[in-house]
């Protein structure tokens, strides 16, 4: 087996400074394999794995990025969100489009999600889900707006008359009150 060795960027004081300065349990993972490796020199990859409870691959990983990258190893090493790499439109292109979207919306007109994805679609020549314009939806702040329901035999007129007659309290059944009394509530 070949033996692990890390190239001295820093101190065995000065990493261990850095691992205890670490926010996230997975960096602080990364500089602890780097600073056992750095201290014990001459274990294995297998002995420091079994030691920490990781594989012995990313040992071997961390370890070869370290050596590689130096002190910008854990740089650009984000995991999850949104990456400008593999995204459709950049943030600022989703807000100017949004913006002449807004516009639109202003003057009255009506606008559904599938006139938007349309808009999109022709914009940027490709096609688009309809999870994508929602979560364009959600990342810019835009909320959904439809006009309350109303039944199409509704009649207006009858509405205000109850609303004017109805009472504004309520009152209790004189006899439900009574068979409260008689079981004992």
Not at 10 to 27: G, I, R, Y
Not at 67 to 81: D, I, T, V
Not at 173 to 183: D, E, T, V, W, Y
């Amino acid at each position: 087996m070949r033996i692990l060795k890390t190239k001295p960027y820093l101190t065995d004081a000065e990493l261990k400074k850095e691992m205890n300065s670490q926010k996230t349990v997975s960096s602080f993972r990364d500089y602890q394999i780097i600073y056992s490796i750095q201290t014990n020199f001459g274990k294995k990859a297998e002995e420091i794995a079994n030691i920490l409870g990781i594989s012995k691959n990313k040992v071997f990983k961390t370890v070869e990025r370290y050596n590689r990258k130096g002190l910008e190893w854990q740089r650009g090493k984000s995991r999850g969100g949104r990456r400008e790499t593999r995204c459709i439109m950049s943030l600022d292109a989703e807000s100017s489009f949004l913006r002449s979207i807004e516009e639109e919306a202003l003057k009255g007109q009506i606008i559904t999600c599938k006139q938007i994805k349309d808009q999109m679609e022709s914009a940027i020549q490709k096609t688009v889900s309809d999870d994508y314009i929602w979560d364009l939806f959600n990342r810019h702040g835009w909320n959904k707006k439809v006009p309350r329901q109303s039944h199409p035999k509704a009649d207006k007129e009858e509405q205000e008359e109850y609303k004017k007659n109805s009472l504004n309290y309520w009152q209790p059944n004189p006899l439900s009150l009574k068979i409260k009394k008689i079981q004992g509530r």
